[in-house]
T-cell receptor
Framework: NAGVMQNPRHLVRRRGQEARLRCSPMKGHSHVYWYRQLPEEGLKFMVYLQKENIIDESGMPKERFSAEFPKEGPSILRIQQVVRGDSAAYFC?????????????FGQGTRLTVV | GESVGLHLPTLSVQEGDNSIINCAYSNSASDYFIWYKQESGKGPQFIIDIRSNMDKRQGQRVTVLLNKTVKHLSLQIAATQPGDSAVYFCAETRPGGGADGLTFGKGTHLIIQP
């Protein structure tokens, strides 16, 4: 059973470009969480999705950021018109139930660098 | 605002000694706590969890203690090994509204000295 898969592992974008980060949850997991980690800091919750639904996006910036988890395929975190401040590691976690009841399993992350 | 934080950013211990990593939380309504280990360049890895109706939980070489009176959480690692070198985060979940994910502290970097 493969773990949570994120790709790409590293992504370099110029300011103004779009970044698309992908997350395939563990088999059987229908709950996906996205987190952002700035250097030397802890992870900050961004968004919680179930298949085809955004459950909680209270941690998402209001502009330029969007997330989806379609019925088929991976969850996508999309950042439009990237700026230098978007440079960070973005982690995806999945769980079979809401994370309150069980531990979530994290992927290796995508390290976004905006130049 | 409410937060989960750690007392020390860096902890250096001798190989073979026990390590104690501390965490303070401010929301007394938090009902579930998790310790994660994050090695360089990797995602957080679950270590151990504890619910708010417990004071102590033991795993393999690790023990988590929860003191709800002072809102303090600690992770004890017995006989620390070089492979324990990592950043350790405590995280909490809260019942009810707000972010449905985990709230993380800033992390403690555990350094193992030979």
């Amino acid at each position: 059973n493969a773990g949570v898969m994120q790709n790409p592992r590293h992504l370099v974008r110029r300011r103004g470009q779009e970044a698309r980060l992908r997350c395939s949850p563990m088999k059987g997991h229908s709950h996906v969480y996205w987190y952002r980690q700035l250097p030397e800091e802890g992870l900050k919750f961004m968004v919680y999705l179930q298949k085809e639904n955004i459950i909680d996006e209270s941690g998402m910036p209001k502009e330029r950021f969007s997330a989806e988890f379609p019925k088929e395929g991976p969850s996508i975190l999309r950042i439009q018109q990237v700026v230098r401040g978007d440079s960070a590691a973005y982690f995806c976690a999945s769980s079979p139930r809401r994370v309150r009841n069980t531990e979530a399993f994290f992927g290796q992350g995508t390290r976004l660098t905006v130049v | 605002g409410e937060s989960v934080g750690l007392h020390l950013p860096t902890l250096s211990v001798q190989e073979g000694d026990n390590s104690i990593i501390n965490c303070a939380y401010s929301n007394s309504a938090s009902d579930y706590f998790i310790w994660y280990k994050q090695e360089s360049g990797k995602g957080p890895q679950f270590i151990i969890d504890i619910r708010s109706n417990m004071d102590k939980r033991q795993g393999q070489r690790v023990t988590v203690l929860l003191n709800k009176t002072v809102k303090h959480l600690s992770l004890q690692i017995a006989a620390t090994q070089p492979g324990d070198s990592a950043v350790y985060f405590c995280a909490e979940t809260r019942p009810g509204g707000g972010a449905d994910g985990l709230t993380f502290g800033k992390g403690t970097h555990l350094i193992i000295q030979p």
